[in-house]
């Protein structure tokens, strides 16, 4: 009985050594599993910050040509008051010029009614 005793407890220590190497190996797996997905993540990250890095370069590009713009546009600024006066000038004239038209128009007729223009 002794001998099937030990033979029971052999067997429970085989069982319990199979059973920690098979939880050994299942938590080194996921830890691997782990690993290669905080690798993966890494490299992840340094692609994303190479790409970022990029835009932030073409942001810097786009920022100094928006300023070369400003400068030139405002340059343009006191050209587009100049044409903003003439244009208002110009409507002026205009209704200056449509004023003599009807004066011109009315003085016609009055000149037609004292001194008709007989037909040839």
């Known amino acids: 009985m002794a001998s099937g005793k030990a033979t029971e407890q052999d067997e429970l220590a085989e069982s319990l050594n199979?059973?920690?190497t098979n939880v050994s190996a299942m938590?080194?797996?996921e830890l691997q599993g782990t690993n290669n997905v905080l690798e993966l993540l890494e490299k992840m990250n340094i692609r994303v910050a190479e790409e970022y890095k990029g835009f932030g370069d073409v942001a810097?590009?786009?920022r100094i040509f928006v300023e070369q713009l400003k400068s030139k546009s405002s340059t343009f600024d006191?050209?587009?008051l100049q044409l903003d006066a003439i244009e208002q000038h110009v409507t002026e004239f205009e209704a200056v010029i449509s004023m003599l038209d009807k004066y011109v128009s009315m003085l016609e007729s009055k000149m037609q009614s004292v001194h008709p223009i007989p037909p040839p």
């Open 78 to 80: 006191e050209y587009v």
């Open 60 to 62: 810097s590009g786009l």
């Open 27 to 29: 938590i080194k797996g």
């Open 18 to 20: 199979d059973l920690f």
